[in-house]
Nanobody, 115 residues
């Protein structure tokens, strides 16, 4: 059974930074492309960033240049470093595979950016 546990969210002011973590179990993490997704109030969940098994990264245009995604295969953990945060980044953030699987969604971690 796959478990993905997100952490690191919180309340931050505009321009601030947060680092999210996602600990994975039940998958062969080292060969699994991983991604971060988010869902803002009243909106559909959207993809934010991906990291391949070899470390290659891709970002949504809305976060490009502000967010960084990385992984530590020894710890089965994927990270999302978020800088220069904006109020529109407010959402629940989730990790999942690439492509996302419905049976992998965890509880997510809330990120709130105040103006």
């Amino acid at each position: 059974q796959v478990h993905l546990v997100e952490s690191g969210g919180g309340l931050v002011q505009t321009g601030g930074s947060l680092r999210l973590s996602c600990a994975a179990s039940g998958i062969i993490f080292s060969i699994s492309p991983m991604g971060w997704y988010r869902q803002a109030p009243g909106k559909q969940r959207e993809w934010v960033a991906s990291v391949g098994s070899g470390g290659s990264t891709v970002f949504a245009d809305s976060v490009k240049g502000r967010f960084t995604i990385s992984r530590d295969n020894a710890k089965n953990t994927v990270y999302l470093q978020m800088n220069s945060l904006k109020p529109e980044d407010t959402a629940v953030y989730y990790c999942n595979g690439i492509p996302a699987r419905n049976d992998y969604w965890g509880q997510g971690t809330q990120v709130t950016v105040s103006s």
